[in-house]
């Protein structure tokens, strides 16, 4: 059991599953609509709860009934949720997302108004308390401060972060991590259409991190600094249901496995596995008994 924290968003997830996607302008009806916790950062920590870690969310919320959802959520998850800043004005992000079944697609609408979580609220963090941070790619400003602040203090705590959108200046951020997870979305709007040459590119600026990169249904990449590629198709486990926060559960599972010292070759299996599985449910509950009932092949490594 290791005692991780994670830094980032924590959102308000509005979720409108619908049959296939509407044209603009429709009028169609929903399969169901849901409305839960969501946010990478948030996400990532509660798997990583489930996987047996102690485990921390920082992050902002409001001080209204979302902020007191949130909270309360990642707190029946096992998150401890005792660095969270609350802030007195605005409000909690929300994300509205059309989850289309047809082409197992989800488009978010993102709409956020809430004082970000920063360099002055992760500076008071005491950061011997964990064995691994993990940070969400966003506000490149300031979470460069905090990178570059937490490596001045503690180089040797590992860290990861989650490269999901480009971001300008989030380059210089890659070689203060020790791994960096990115995102499909990502490697697309640099221009790359398959990962391996990306992770090939990007190697240079950072020469000390793991690269890892998902690749939806096509599964997992890898690449050690030492040029050592590795790659994990996806797994399946019936219908699609929810792609929401797959690459998020991903992310868990790595750093699970890296935690835990395991090679590359069951680390990358292992987080594909378990963000199959999270597809084949809504939502993040029980992911880890779902994870049980349905790969019958191999246990998570111990946390
Ligand atoms: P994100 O949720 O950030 O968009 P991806 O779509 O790349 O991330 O998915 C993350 C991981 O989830 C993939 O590496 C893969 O293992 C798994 N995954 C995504 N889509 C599917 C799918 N349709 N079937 C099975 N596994 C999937």
Request: proline content about 4%; overall charge negative.
């Amino acid at each position: 059991m290791a005692r991780i924290l994670t830094v980032g968003v924590a959102t308000l997830d509005v979720v409108i599953t619908v049959d296939g996607f509407p044209r603009e302008d429709d009028k169609i009806r929903a399969r169901g609509v849901t409305t839960r916790r969501g946010g990478n950062a948030a996400n990532t920590a509660v798997v990583l709860s489930q996987l047996g870690h102690d485990t921390s969310w920082a992050g902002s919320i409001s001080s209204d009934g979302n902020g007191d959802f949130v909270s309360r959520d990642l707190a029946r998850a096992g998150v401890k949720t005792g660095n969270i800043a609350v802030q007195r004005d605005g409000a909690l992000p929300v994300s509205y997302i059309l989850n289309s079944v047809a082409s197992e697609s989800r488009t978010i609408i993102h709409h956020r108004d809430l004082p970000e979580f920063g360099f002055e609220d992760f500076r008071r963090l005491d950061l011997r308390r964990y064995d691994w941070l993990h940070f969400e790619g966003r506000n490149v400003a300031e979470t460069g401060r905090m990178l570059s602040h937490y490596r001045g203090q503690h180089s040797a705590l590992p860290c990861s972060l989650e490269v999901e959108k480009p971001r300008e200046g989030i380059e210089e951020l890659f070689e203060l991590a020790d791994v960096l997870l990115f995102s499909r979305q990502y490697a697309r709007a640099k221009g790359f259409h398959e990962p391996g040459s990306m992770l090939a590119e990007i190697a240079p600026r950072a020469p000390r991190a793991l690269l890892v990169c998902a690749w939806g249904e096509d599964g997992a990449w890898a690449r050690t600094y030492e040029g050592e590629e590795f790659h994990s198709p996806a797994y399946g486990y019936g219908e699609v249901v929810d792609t929401i926060g797959a690459g998020d559960v991903l992310n868990a599972g790595v750093i699970h496995g890296l935690v835990n010292q395991q090679s590359l070759n069951r680390v990358l299996p292992f987080g594909c596995q378990l963000a199959g599985v999270k597809c084949a449910q809504q939502g993040l509950d029980d992911l880890l008994a779902n994870y049980h009932r349905l790969v019958k092949t191999d246990k998570p490594p111990a946390a």
